[in-house]
């Protein structure tokens, strides 16, 4: 897969809804249950960090809920892109990135979503072929602000940013005109998660899915 197969691909995933789910689960039993929450309230495309030792198995359940595109994110090596692959996952996101990664994506023919904190980061992705990046961590590197600022000499690149983003300040991001979707966690607390509130879930997937994009 070439970089810009990847990110036409990556495109494609961050069009299909403004908010792209960022998930941390500690347990697989109940991943079906929740992606099928998430789809029904209008986020289909679904996040799944390789954060804990249960993820790849997260990854397996969630892949079979129809309606839903399922990716790993906090990829990091050459294996967690592998094993992603392998899981299911039809999509990769990245905090950033390095040649041994992005090559690695590239063998396994896995659409990434790599991450760029700087201009001069999201310049050298975009000279190898990444149109589409991730903005990380979005809040602690300025916020929209910034990543207004990083736009406007790079107009190429489209991004969608993540960490720190909430509901009250998603907005502010999906104004911009390089900004194509977020990532946040809000949409599924843990707390509720543990619970299997599934409705409250869905309830605020079609609360992030309303959110107007620029």
């Not at 979005?138 to 940013?161: D, H, R, S, T």
Request: charged letters at 15%; one cysteine or more.
């Amino acid at each position: 897969m070439t970089p810009q197969d990847a990110s036409a691909a990556a495109l494609k995933i961050c069009l299909l809804a403004p908010v792209i789910p960022v998930l941390v689960i500690k347990d697989a039993s109940s991943a079906a249950d929740l992606a099928r929450a998430l789809v029904a309230g209008g986020l289909p495309a679904l996040e799944v960090t390789l954060r804990t030792p249960a993820a790849l198995d997260v990854i397996r359940e969630m892949a079979t809920v129809a309606g839903g595109h399922v990716g790993a994110g906090t990829l990091l090596t050459p294996k967690d892109v592998e094993n992603a692959k392998a899981a299911g996952a039809t999509f990769g996101v990245a905090p950033g990135a390095t040649d041994r990664l992005l090559d690695a994506c590239e063998a396994n023919d896995l659409p990434l979503l790599p991450g760029a904190a700087t201009a001069s980061e999201a310049m050298r992705l975009l000279e190898r072929g990444y149109s589409v990046q991730k903005f990380f961590p979005a809040e602690a590197n300025g916020g929209a602000a910034a990543l207004k600022a990083i736009g406007a000499p790079i107009p190429q690149v489209k991004f969608c940013p993540t960490g720190g983003v909430t509901l009250q300040n998603a907005p502010t991001y999906l104004a911009l005109s390089n900004t194509l979707c977020v990532g946040g966690s809000w949409v599924a607390p843990a707390d509720l998660v543990q619970a299997g509130d599934w409705a409250a879930i869905t309830a605020l997937a079609a609360q992030a899915a309303a959110l107007p994009r620029g």
